[in-house]
């Protein structure tokens, strides 16, 4: 009968230290992403064509930021005044689509 209690103890406990370490990695990534959609502002306003792109589609999908079509509008024509023809292309069928909806 003790065997049984104490393998029932054993899996509460490895089962609490697997939510404490997912927690604990949950945290670290999300605190990772966040320092990348910074860094990509910075790049950003610095120019970086690339970087006004990806924040684009950052704002575009609400992935990591909240979701804003002006702010998604901007970046990708400030990247398409850049010269960037995949933003001219991306900025094009943006607009096509969110003519309606923003």
Same mark, same amino acid.
């Given at each position: 009968m003790e065997s049984t209690d104490?393998?029932?103890?054993?899996?509460?406990?490895?089962l609490l230290l697997f939510t404490i370490w997912f927690i604990f990695n949950t945290i670290k990534y999300y605190r990772g992403e966040k320092r990348k959609i910074k860094n990509l502002h910075r790049f950003a306003k610095e120019g970086?064509?690339?970087a006004q792109q990806?924040? +684009?589609?950052? &704002? /575009? $999908?609400g992935d990591m930021v909240k979701k804003n079509c002006e702010k998604? +509008?901007?970046? &990708? /024509? $400030?990247?398409?005044?850049?010269?960037?023809?995949?933003?001219?292309?991306?900025?094009?069928?943006?607009?096509?689509?969110?003519?309606?909806?923003?």
């Open positions: 104490n393998i029932e103890l054993y899996a509460i406990v490895i970086e064509v690339k990806h924040l +684009a589609r950052h &704002y /575009q $999908k998604a +509008a901007f970046w &990708y /024509q $400030k990247a398409a005044f850049s010269g960037d023809d995949e933003a001219k292309g991306h900025l094009q069928k943006f607009l096509d689509n969110h003519k309606n909806k923003c």
